[in-house]
């Protein structure tokens, strides 16, 4: 009974990580494109809208956890759906 085309809108702060609370799982169901400055990014794993950052992975760095270490980007962040 649900329009499988309706697509959730996204919020001003997402994470990818499951832990985290700003993670929406529905928003997950559709593939999410992010721009910092113009720049086309694929590598985000969390964003904020309304403070203009992105955190994208460290390429070498790990945590205590093995989890990469994230680099926090500033700019101009825009989300939209593909």
Known sequence: ???????PTLPDRLAGNPRSP???????EHEIGIRLN????TNVEEYCISEGWVKVPSPKALDRRGQPMLITLKGTVEAYYK
Not at 1 to 7: A, C, F, I, P
Not at 22 to 28: G, I, K, N, R, S
């Open 22 to 28: 700003h993670y929406v799982e529905a928003c997950f």
């Open 1 to 7: 009974m649900s329009d499988t085309d309706s697509k």
């Open 38 to 41: 113009g720049k086309e990014r």
